[in-house]
């Protein structure tokens, strides 16, 4: 078994890239005094912003476990915290006021705790403080700390209702401001809510909950039985295409000549492409396929699903097939075939996406600054 990359694969396409090249306007920064430090903020926190919002990687709720993903259409603030930190706790009655006087026009609060110290004393505070929110443990290690570049604490960051982080490192004072703000903007459209729209993907409307999920967070690893060749080097700062797919059928067939077209135009931009067999593709088979195509493009057979190194299958609706591989497991890749694109961040911007929408949504994130 191999390992990819340096770093987690991400898959492709979102809305804010896509209102990047659309006629709508941008909507205007919240001013720069109703952040810590000011102008003088830090640029991680400031890169956050008008970006699909990573996703949680916590454990030990107390409350309703829930996912970013699982929020569109609510406008969520991420609050990380600590016992151990003053301002943090100081700020918790404004929270639990905010949540009374908003929670249901559809705000969510969310406090992720520190994953370093203090969490022992989160149960009691939550009890005496009345907290009304949800609250969990970062993991070990602090994976959604750095997802959302937290510099201090708390570090507040708001969420809007398609999905996009519009303000990150917030004074508590101010996140009433802005949740105001933002609850007042209409709810995205269905074919808007931050998936990359139905009419851009396979499927349209009917497209797997598992792959909505998986954008906006950062992608998983990409685990391969073997290599077709050679693997890729580093992706670190490129775009990524990822196309999963079998060898049995025509549209199989179809879709990576369509993919080939695609990478030849893209690849001399410095964008990768990548082809993922399912786990019980053969390797001759798979080498024929590719020749037809005329692809030129790092590919791979994907290692077999295990439960116990994988984690169970969750998500799934009833009648849909068992996972064909590890990596298609991961991104939440249920039918074949499927077409993944992953921002230079390392973030899953759009899964599912029809191959004609592919070179757009590329070209747009291509003009975005480097992360």
Known sequence: MNRLLDRPLPLAGAFAALLAASALAAPPPFPDEWFFEGTNRPAPLKALEGKPSPELEVENWIGSATR???????????????????????????????VKAHGEEGLVFLGIHDSNAGWNDAPQVVKDRKINYAVAKDKNGGPSARAFAVQFWPTYVVIDRAGIVRAAGLVPNRVADVVKALLAEDAPAASESGDGGAERSLGGTRRPRSLRAIE?????????????????????????????????????????????????????????????????????????????????????????????????????????????????????????????????????????????????????MLAEPAP
């Open 68 to 98: 970013i993903a699982d929020l569109r259409g609510k406008v969520v603030v991420v609050d990380f915290w600590a016992t151990w930190c003053g301002p943090c706790m100081q700020a918790i009655p404004e929270n639990v006021e905010l």
């Open 216 to 364: 906006g967070a950062k992608a998983p690893e990409i685990r391969a039985a073997s290599w077709l060749g050679d693997p890729p080097g580093s992706l670190a700062g490129m775009p990524v295409v990822v196309h999963f797919t079998t060898t049995n059928g025509s549209l199989f067939m179809r879709e990576l000549g369509r993919l080939a077209s695609i990478a030849k135009d893209l690849a001399p931009q410095g964008v990768a492409v990548i082809v993922v067999f399912d786990s019980g593709t053969d390797a001759t088979s798979a080498r024929s396929m590719l020749d037809a195509a005329g692809i030129v493009a790092p590919a791979a057979i994907d290692a077999a699903y295990d439960a116990a190194v994988d984690g169970a299958v969750g998500g799934a609706a009833e009648g849909d097939p068992p996972p064909r591989g590890s990596t298609l497991h991961a991104f939440g890749v249920r039918y074949l075939p499927a077409t993944v694109v992953i921002d230079r961040a390392g973030v899953v911007r759009a899964a599912g996406i029809k191959s004609d929408a592919v070179a757009p949504l590329v070209e747009t």
